[in-house]
């Protein structure tokens, strides 16, 4: 079949900002994200903590979506969501995951694979409690994922929680909502360059230690 949607097959951007070598990358590739993620926010990105997480479904259809990073740790990449959504059902069937992150103003991505489990609950606890006060109150009226007869059920929900904790000063992070951690074993960093002919570098966790080595575009 010929190419339909000619105008789209021809926008094109030919990548020439920066270039990514060997002998510039720190040793373990959490250090090499901070970096990259503190030079994504001195370049202002939008939504530089914005990332396409992708797990398995149950039809074994890949299911992907976007959530918000909001911890880099020492072992690994977190985010919090509700226990009882779809993306949690899947999680809690398969642990392998992935991660992808895409700064277009920097020219750059990052993919990560890796394992995923549930934080502890102090540290739910803490991130709950910094979020605004109309984002907990969302947390507990959303049934995430669920079928719901029409937005009205939702906004019935918050006025209700709002009446509830009208009174209260401090709103208790519900049982069903949390955060989870990705412990990485792959993680590709990829700076676009012209014609194509990206950099593209992987670390590979084997045996406890990380393997550096470069892929082809």
């Known amino acids: 079949m010929a190419i339909v949607q000619k105008d789209i097959a021809a926008i094109r951007e030919d990548y020439s900002k920066y270039r990514l070598d060997e002998q510039d990358v720190l040793a373990t590739p959490i250090a090499q994200f901070q970096k990259w993620f503190d030079e994504a926010l001195t370049a202002q990105v939008m939504e530089p903590?914005?990332?396409t997480l992708a797990s398995h479904s149950h039809n074994g259809f890949p299911s992907s979506r976007i959530v918000l990073l909001k911890d880099i740790k020492p072992t690994g990449f977190s985010f919090?969501?509700?226990y009882e959504s779809k993306k949690a059902e899947e999680l809690a069937a398969d642990d392998k995951v992935s991660l992808l992150f895409f700064w277009p103003e920097l020219q750059r991505q990052v993919r990560i694979e890796g394992l995923v489990k549930?934080?502890?609950v102090a540290d739910s606890d803490e991130y709950f409690a910094s979020r605004p006060r109309a984002s907990k109150i969302g947390a507990h009226a959303s049934?995430?994922?669920s079928v719901i007869a029409n937005r009205e059920i939702?906004?019935?929900a918050v006025e209700e929680l709002e009446a509830t904790y009208k009174d209260q000063e401090v709103i208790p992070r519900p049982a069903h909502w949390g955060g989870y951690l990705v412990e990485p074993i792959y993680m590709e960093f990829w700076q676009g360059r012209r014609s194509r002919l990206h950099d593209r570098l992987v670390y590979e966790l084997e045996a406890g230690a990380w393997k550096l080595y470069r892929i082809a575009p």
Do not use: D, R, Y
């Open 49 to 51: 903590n914005a990332m």
């Open 118 to 120: 549930k934080l502890p």
């Open 154 to 156: 939702l906004e019935h």
């Open 143 to 145: 049934p995430q994922s």
């Open 80 to 82: 919090f969501t509700n």
